[in-house]
Nanobody, 121 residues
């Protein structure tokens, strides 16, 4: 069983920044694909960014390309990060960390509990 624990969410004004952190306590997720997803009120959960555990391969869906969000990892600390800059009200959502044993972001095996991000105008 893999435990994922997110932190770093909160309330921020438009244009502000937050860094989300996902910890996998006591577990090295080698060969896993990791991702950040988000779910806004009344909308489906969507992929924000993905990364392999070593951090040398990242993926952003076309809807997220634009340079505002950056995913990174620190395998020595068993942590994944999501740096979010120039936040907009439409980024308001619950953000989830996720892990795939098969290395496929379409097939998630483990989810964190989520961390809420609220962007005020």
């Amino acid at each position: 069983q893999v435990q994922l624990v997110e932190s770093g969410g909160g309330l921020v004004q438009t244009g502000g920044s937050l860094r989300l952190v996902c910890a996998a306590p006591g577990r090295a997720l080698s060969n896993y694909a990791m991702g950040w997803f988000r779910q806004a009120p009344g909308k489906e959960r969507e992929l924000v960014a993905g990364i392999n555990w070593s951090g040398d391969n990242t993926y952003y869906p076309s809807s997220m390309k634009g340079g505002r969000f950056t995913i990174s990892s620190d395998s020595a600390k068993n942590m994944i990060y999501l740096q979010m800059n120039n936040l907009q009200p439409e980024d308001t959502a619950v953000y989830y960390c996720a892990a795939s044993e098969a290395g496929l972001l379409q097939k998630i095996d483990y989810w964190g509990q989520g961390t809420r991000v609220t962007v005020t105008s």
